[in-house]
């Protein structure tokens, strides 16, 4: 018997998030069922399944990692065989038998947003934005981008960076772990400061525990995990699976954007009437 982990990349958009779910299609759940078709697992409860990140509906992973005991040779285009083409694994490594998953050095998260300063007239500020998130950076109590019962709501970032590409701003963070729904809470006060709503220093009014502010979350659909890493764990990616998930990125991307580029139509056609 020895341990596995397992570097899992998905398109979050086709599950009802990552966690198993009765009557659901998860990304979780997907995964159980590829491993003990091919006979990696027998019983879930006995495998000592771990997951890194249980991230919600919608949000996308390249990196996500899962970790179970098994007596087989584990095969990576094996299983990518017999899960849905939205799901792939990129890579493996050998971990102790004590690994435990959620125990991770660092987790990498992305957020995209449009930069409506490239395709809107008002006065949108971007320095602001990033000072703002600079004030994030370090050690804080969370408790108003979670849950206000959240036991410990303490969390420290240690890196975070936006960065403008035109047409889309990239809000990279980097920490040991995150809250539910911390990230995309981030997300709605930082653009409110890029939209002149808030001003940087506004920052530190959220991050008082002792104020009560309710925070809409941003959308789902823009968050990705791009990695997780361990003290000590070196993943091994194959080239064939990377290759092939690469593959159903780039239909779903053109696939997009054959739809936004009939919505674009669209628009432009009634600001023209």
């Not at 087989?72 to 083409?85: A, H, R, T």
């Not at 240690?158 to 047409?167: A, F, K, P, R």
């Not at 104020?211 to 789902?220: Q, W």
Request: net charge neutral; charged share 25%.
């Amino acid at each position: 018997m020895r341990r596995v982990a397992l570097k899992v990349a998905y398109i979050g958009t086709d599950f009802y998030g990552f966690q198993r779910q009765p009557g659901l299609i998860t990304v979780e759940g997907e995964l159980l069922s590829a491993l003990k078709k091919i006979g990696l697992i027998n019983e879930i409860s006995e495998c000592g399944f771990g997951i890194a990140g249980r991230t919600d509906r919608g949000v996308h992973a390249l990196g996500n990692v899962v970790s179970f005991f098994t007596e087989g040779e584990v095969i990576i285009n094996q299983i990518n065989d017999v899960l849905p083409n939205s799901i792939n694994i990129l890579a493996q490594a050998k971990v102790p038998l004590h690994f435990k998953t959620r125990y991770a050095k660092s987790r990498h998260y992305r957020y995209l947003m449009i930069n409506e300063d490239e395709v809107d007239s008002n006065n949108f500020n971007l320095d602001k934005m990033i000072d703002a998130a600079m004030i994030f950076k370090g050690t804080h109590n969370f408790l108003n981008f979670s849950k206000r019962s959240e036991r410990n709501p303490v969390r420290t970032m240690l890196e975070i960076q936006v960065i403008n590409e035109g047409n889309a701003i990239h809000l990279d963070v980097i920490g040991e772990s995150f809250l539910w729904n911390m990230i995309r809470k981030m997300v709605t006060v930082l653009l409110n400061v890029f939209k002149g709503q808030l001003e940087p220093n506004n920052i530190y009014e959220y991050l008082d525990p002792e104020k009560d502010f309710l925070i809409k979350p941003a959308p789902p659909e823009g968050l990705i995990l791009m990695d997780v890493n361990y003290n000590g764990i070196v993943f091994q990616e194959d080239a064939y699976a990377k290759n092939k998930f690469l593959s159903t990125l780039r239909k779903e991307y053109l696939y997009q954007q054959n739809i936004a580029l009939s919505e674009k139509e669209m628009i432009k056609s009634l600001m023209s009437r």
